[in-house]
T-cell receptor, first 115, second 116 residues
Framework: KAGVTQTPRYLIKTRGQQVTLSCSPI?????VSWYQQTPGQGLQFLFE???????NKGNFPGRFSGRQFSNSRSEMNVSTLELGDSALYLC??????????????FGPGTRLTVL | AQSVAQPEDQVNVAEGNPLTVKCTYS??????LFWYVQYPNRGLQFLLK??????LVKGSYGFEAEFNKSQTSFHLKKPSALVSDSALYFC??????????????FGQGTTLQVKP
C-alpha cells in the first residue's frame, strides 16, 4: 500500500498570506490528524477528521482550519500567516478500529516557511 | 490532562551496547502508549505500541518497550544498538477512555546518537 502523501513538500509564504496543505491518507484509512512540529514547541496536535467531520481540535487559533473530503483526503488551511507559523506540518492517518488503539501513520510533512 | 515527559534530550551509546530511551506519562484513564522514530527530513515512523496485556512489547527493528503502571513509564529499549538507530525518538500517549481517538500527546523527543 502507498503511504500517506502530503503536498507540497515545501512552501515559502510571506506574512499575511494564506496557505492550503493537502494530505492523502493510506487507502482504507478514514481518520486524518494534523500536527505542527517546531523546535520550540515540539509536536502539537492541530485537529482530527473522521468521515468528513472534525472530531477533535487542539489549542490553535481560528486561523487554522481543515476539512476532509468523502474520499478521506484532507486539507488544512492557515490564513493570515504569521512568522511563528513556520513549521513542519505532519499529517497522519489511521483506520480507526475502536477506542483509539490504532497507531497513526505519518506522511513526510510539509515544510512551511513564513517570511 | 494528558502529558508525556522524555527526561533526556540526548542519549549517547556505543554501537553494540544496549540502549534505553526513557518516557513517563500522565493520563486520567487507561494509557495507550506509542513510540515513533523520526529521521532527518522525514515524517514519524511507528515503532511499537502498548494497549493492554503483556507489559513487554516488541516492535520494529529489534526495539522493545516495557510498560510499568506503578512508575507510569514506558521506556524504549534495544539489546544492541546500531549506528543506523541514530535518530529522534518520540514517546506518545492517548487516553484510552477519553474518546480522543485521533489525538496523540507527544513528548519533547530524545535524540539518540550511536557511535561506532
Amino acid at each position: 500500500k502507498a503511504g500517506v502523501t502530503q503536498t507540497p513538500r515545501y512552501l515559502i509564504k510571506t506574512r499575511g498570506q494564506q496557505v492550503t496543505l493537502s494530505c492523502s491518507p493510506i487507502s482504507g484509512h478514514r481518520s486524518v490528524s494534523w500536527y505542527q512540529q517546531t523546535p520550540g514547541q515540539g509536536l502539537q496536535f492541530l485537529f482530527e477528521y473522521f468521515s468528513e467531520t472534525q472530531r477533535n481540535k487542539g489549542n490553535f487559533p481560528g486561523r487554522f482550519s481543515g476539512r476532509q473530503f468523502s474520499n478521506s483526503r484532507s486539507e488544512m488551511n492557515v490564513s493570515t500567516l504569521e512568522l511563528g507559523d513556520s513549521a513542519l506540518y505532519l499529517c497522519a492517518s489511521s483506520l480507526p478500529t475502536s477506542g483509539g488503539a490504532d497507531e497513526q501513520f505519518f506522511g513526510p510533512g510539509t515544510r512551511l516557511t513564513v517570511l | 490532562a494528558q502529558s508525556v515527559a522524555q527526561p533526556e534530550d540526548q542519549v549517547n551509546v556505543a554501537e553494540g551496547n544496549p540502549l534505553t530511551v526513557k518516557c513517563t506519562y500522565s493520563v486520567s484513564g487507561n494509557p495507550y502508549l506509542f513510540w515513533y522514530v523520526q529521521y532527518p527530513n522525514r515524517g514519524l515512523q511507528f515503532l511499537l505500541k502498548y494497549i493492554t496485556g503483556d507489559n513487554l512489547v516488541k516492535g520494529s527493528y529489534g526495539f522493545e518497550a516495557e510498560f510499568n503502571k506503578s512508575q507510569t513509564s514506558f521506556h524504549l529499549k534495544k539489546p544492541s544498538a546500531l549506528v543506523s538507530d541514530s535518530a529522534l525518538y518520540f514517546c506518545a500517549v492517548r487516553d484510552g477512555g477519553s474518546g480522543n481517538t485521533g489525538k496523540l500527546i507527544f513528548g519533547q523527543g530524545t535524540t539518540l546518537q550511536v557511535k561506532p
